[in-house]
């Protein structure tokens, strides 16, 4: 794993610190409907608040492209930050960086926190600007990074910053980067990739990857269709790419050389509609009705996927394994998530699951607690499987300034 510095290893008593948060959450109607990257990001505002710092919290929300724009302004996150860091106050600038934001930060005592607007009201954010990241710089003494769900971003709060000020990981940038490490770096073996979503042809990186890094590859969603029609099955009227054919294949031969065994569906749900609780069929994965749709892996395969679950000593998750949203064809994913959540339980198996649907499913299934690791990134966690190195993590790794005493 890529070194970097963690809070433990900076003194930030009576010093500014900017700490880089990840407040893009879903909001509904000014209200939050999901706050668990603010509760995820708390601990770290807790620590630097207990070790004495002035706080400045920054993110991005939305992408209202670089200029002001209510729609997006951080001012309704204010509330539900103070309420996930024990109803603390938290000063607001309503903008980032200049006279406003000088005149917040100027006012903080140690032990205090403020809250920037929105990074990406300005253009500089986006752009990696030198100078916008100066602009930000001057505002604190030292920087912490804890938005691994916008790592994958060269964005000038994310990697130009990092190198002007000392900087560190947050805690939940530190978690974020264990658990992956752990998963897929020096895992304890067999490692089981579960695959799931629509498409093959936006995880082809992803699949390459993985197929290099684990002893089993499990896939269902309708990317599941476009491997079995590659491997000459019919699929009726499923989705699937049809003009991914050699991709697809080439995956196939690829997982066979690296000695990565393959678990495709052996059995489906069945319905000539995507609608709620409409009637539905199992049927063996050659007998797939031309009129009919693959929604859901089968009772054959979700069999399969937990012999291979036992097997398995590691997992990485992402994807769901059928039409998940719309009942009854969530019961695959739901079943297969239960049994992630015993194995880790009983101490059998390290799981790590990311991205958001894949999120939505294990929260369906009741068992986002019993995982080992559950990310808070969707994009990010999904360039992390794809290989890739991703500048916020660079940024952080990169011999920056000192840390001074
Ligand atoms: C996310 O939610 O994926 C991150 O916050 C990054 O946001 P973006 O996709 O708008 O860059
Ligand atoms: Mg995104």
Redo the contacts with the bound molecule.
Sequence with gaps: MATFRTLDDIEVRGRRVLLRA?L?VPVKDGAVTDATRIERLAPTIEALIDRGAKVIVMS?F??PRGKPDPAFSLQPLIMPLRRAIAGREVAFAADCIGDEAKRVVAALQPGQVALLENLRFHEGEEANSPDFARALAELGEIYVDD?F??A??AHASIAALARLLPSAAGKLMEAELKALTAALESPMRPVLALVGGAKVSTKLDLLRFLIGKVDLLAIGGAMANTLLLAEGREVGRSICERDMGESAQQILVLARQRNCRVVLPEDAVVADQLTPGIATRAVAIDAVPSNMMILDIGAETIARIGATLDEARTLVWNGPLGAFETPPFDRGTLAIAKKVGERTQAGKLLSVAGGGDTVAALAAAGVTEELSYVST????FLEWLEGRELPGVAALSADGPGVGG
């Design positions: 990840d893009n991005h939305g992408r938005a769900s916008a994958h971003r990134a969707g994009g990010a």
